[in-house]
T-cell receptor, first 116, second 111 residues
Framework: DSGVTQTPKHLITATGQRVTLRCSPR?????VYWYQQSLDQGLQFLIQ???????AKGNILERFSAQQFPDLHSELNLSSLELGDSALYFC???????????????FGPGTRLLVL | GQSLEQPSEVTAVEGAIVQINCTYQ??????LSWYQQHDGGAPTFLSY????GLEETGRFSSFLSRSDSYGYLLLQELQMKDSASYFC????????????FGTGTRLLVSP
């Protein structure tokens, strides 16, 4: 157990819908990262927040957005869902941004999204 | 852009030693990390190399050669529980710092 929690564990929805995935980082961690893992794409970095502010963006679609709240939990919003958005979505956290004296990210158990 | 290459699958028997290679091409390099992921599970951090050489953590070791843009993960005294996917990842500095993952190597350990 990494200490990172994600809800829900599973989500089944239809194309065109909107969903929100939630992540609570480890106690004391200020940095949150979101990843998408699909069979053919591997682990793809989406976006990073540090202490409430966006710090880095990866291959995140415009239909996707995220935020980190004052209590440091984060939400990933996925809208106008398409079949290809079906994937595992992981949240990870670290005390500080990578390179600031530490290199480890702690991953949550993931949310498995199925778009039908 | 960035690219990382790993073998897609490696097989070995219990008690053996296996090496998983990773070659990378990035613009800006600040270290190579390794993560383990069991089926249906979350990635877990194994090791990090920021400088050339070997880092040892129990049965696992990781090596980096920055001049060759190459690293490997060495697993010794293999156990059935080591069957998992192993990902190398590089820290890519393009103004911000984030991890770029390879496509992963599936390790199958047989009795």
């Amino acid at each position: 157990d990494s200490g990172v929690t994600q809800t829900p564990k599973h989500l089944i929805t239809a194309t065109g819908q909107r969903v929100t995935l939630r992540c609570s980082p480890r106690s004391g961690d200020l940095s949150v990262y979101w990843y998408q893992q699909s069979l053919d794409q591997g682990l793809q970095f989406l976006i990073q927040y540090y202490n409430g502010e966006e710090r880095a963006k990866g291959n995140i679609l415009e239909r996707f957005s995220a935020q980190q709240f004052p209590d440091l939990h984060s939400e990933l919003n996925l809208s106008s869902l398409e079949l290809g958005d079906s994937a595992l979505y992981f949240c990870a956290s670290s005390p500080a941004p990578l390179g600031a004296g530490q290199e480890t990210q702690y991953f949550g158990p993931g949310t498995r999204l199925l778009v039908l | 852009g960035q690219s990382l290459e790993q073998p897609s699958e490696v097989t070995a028997v219990e008690g053996a030693i296996v090496q998983i290679n990773c070659t990378y091409q990035t613009s800006g390099f600040y270290g190579l990390s390794w993560y383990q992921q069991h089926d249906g599970g979350a990635p877990t951090f194994l090791s990090y190399n920021g400088l050339d050489g070997l880092e040892e953590t129990g049965r696992f070791s990781s090596f980096l050669s920055r001049s060759d843009s190459y690293g490997y993960l060495l697993l010794q005294e293999l156990q059935m529980k080591d069957s998992a996917s192993y990902f190398c990842a590089v820290r890519d500095y393009t103004g911000f710092q984030k991890l770029v993952f390879g496509t992963g190597t599936r390790l199958l350990v047989s009795p």
